[in-house]
């Protein structure tokens, strides 16, 4: 039996390296800047992967119990009025939802201290993160500094 040759299928191109970054100008006089500003620094501005991105990282710090999230007092009484009207705002954390924006852009954490936790506990860009409900809101209301 002879066989033909055929042509060598193409390997699959590994996916490209993701470098978690934010840029210094988007961070407070403390540090601090938006999980949403770090997505999109990753991201390079593109706002969809900048949702995406902002989603999975939300979940991989909420799955960690990361305990350097602060929001303002008002944002605090914002985000948790729109709890009580729509319960997606803690379990929706999509690329196509925009909860996903509203809660990542009032999370403040110390941005080059969550880039260096997120790589000491091996954040995967491309994974997904599922925390359960329970562990979001414990996580939001017991974890997250207000002030």
Known sequence: MTTEPT????????APEVVLQYNKEDCDE?????????AAA?????????REMAGRMLGFLCKKD???VVVSS?????LDEWFEREKAILYNWKA?????DAITQHAQVPAASMISFLKREKFKPTANYSPRRADRVAWF???WGVG
């Open 42 to 50: 990753t991201c390079e501005g593109d706002t969809a992967r900048t």
């Open 96 to 100: 196509d939802s925009e909860t996903t």
């Open 7 to 14: 042509e060598e299928a193409e390997a699959p191109q590994p």
């Open 74 to 78: 008002t944002d605090a009484q914002y």
């Open 66 to 68: 990361y305990e350097h």
């Open 30 to 38: 403390h540090g601090f800047t938006s999980v949403w500003n770090v």
């Open 141 to 143: 209301q017991e974890k």
